[in-house]
């Protein structure tokens, strides 16, 4: 049976996986949805063969089990027991810092304060994640070369300040300390899946921790790429939306990931077109009725669209241009 019609059949074949849970490997995924997905294989080939009560199976997201880690170490009295913000409560911080420093800046102002405070806690994000030492003078006398960056900077200050003096962190902040606790937890038998790479930060934290990692990845196939021009947005949301269609219609538990592109497309009017019917009942009725996922993710990074088709699913990507519609079909 070829690997494709195994992915049709079910929602992740964990064939492969099997040597690693046999080993007691904890399974480590890049985010929530892969996790699910092989629980729920998981749990379904248990009901297959007739169990009535079975071990969970041990898979998360990276950095969850990371977070978990940080708990223990803290549980363990290795790390000081500070409290870490959620996304919201970060973002606030932020945006007070932000507020603050506008008010003593008489020469920069920010029509947005809210998006500036999601992109500042970004690229905090991402410094600490390929560990770009802030605290380098000469790093920090380039971003004094720009303003843009000057303020970044003032800003960054200001903020950690804030969270030291009130005991908090942000969860990378939690990864980061676990660096200075080298081999004091318990060792743990981990499998990456479906990783192409990971952070430094990560890498390090596993190294740290003493880990035995292991690594898999599907065999994946090059995909065909497919470039068609069409007259009207119509026309080119009818062209993705008839092979869904088929794919539904032969495949009950196939999995499909349509991305629609900024501003270019809308989703219930795709939608509609793959069903065939424009009365709302009658979308209702097909989504309620079909087995399988149809993810349609706005804007959505051109990674989610390359691991769709490296994983071994269909991913139809749809975007329209001011003057010359055109969309992009990977097919396996």
């Not at 102002?109 to 405070?117: E, G, I, Q, V």
């Not at 038998?189 to 599907?218: K, N, Q, Y």
């Not at 032969?250 to 270019?264: C, D, H, I, K």
């Amino acid at each position: 049976m070829s690997q494709e019609s195994k992915l049709a059949q079910g929602l992740y074949d964990i064939t492969p996986l099997e040597p690693f849970i046999r080993e007691g490997c904890t399974l480590l995924t890049p985010n929530y949805r892969l996790a699910r997905r092989i629980k729920a294989e998981w749990d379904t080939q248990r009901m297959a063969a007739g169990e009535q009560v079975w071990e969970p199976l041990a898979v998360q997201p990276l950095e969850s089990w990371l977070l978990g880690q940080w708990e223990l170490a803290v549980n363990l009295d290795l790390l000081p027991p500070i409290m870490p913000l959620d996304p919201n409560q970060t973002l606030e911080l932020w945006r007070q810092v932000i507020c603050e420093q506008a008010e003593q800046a008489s020469d920069y102002h920010l029509l947005r304060p809210d998006a500036a405070a999601q992109i500042a806690s970004h690229a905090r994000d991402t410094l600490q994640r390929w560990q770009v030492d802030m605290n380098d003078r000469a790093l920090r006398q380039s971003f004094t070369l720009d303003q843009d960056c000057g303020t970044f900077l003032q800003w960054l200050v200001m903020f950690e300040r804030r969270l030291s003096a009130q005991t908090q962190c942000t969860p990378i902040d939690c990864l980061t300390q676990l660096l200075s606790i080298t081999g004091q937890l318990p060792v743990a038998r981990v499998a990456l899946i479906e990783f192409e790479d990971i952070t430094p930060l990560e890498h390090s934290v596993l190294e740290s921790l003493g880990a035995s990692v292991s690594r898999f990845s599907a065999a994946s196939q090059r995909a065909e790429c497919l470039a068609h021009s069409f007259s009207d947005k119509r026309a080119e949301l009818g062209a993705v939306a008839t092979p869904c269609s088929l794919v539904s219609g032969s495949s009950t538990r196939a999995s499909l990931s349509t991305l629609l592109m900024p501003r270019s497309l809308s989703a219930m009017q795709f939608l509609r077109l793959a069903v065939g019917a424009s009365a709302p009942w009658a979308l209702r009725s097909f989504v309620k009725a079909l087995m399988f996922a149809v993810a349609i993710m706005v804007a959505a990074p051109w990674g989610s669209l390359r691991g769709a088709v490296m994983s071994g699913g269909r991913a139809i990507c749809i975007s329209g241009g001011a003057l010359t519609p055109y969309a992009v079909l990977f097919r396996r």
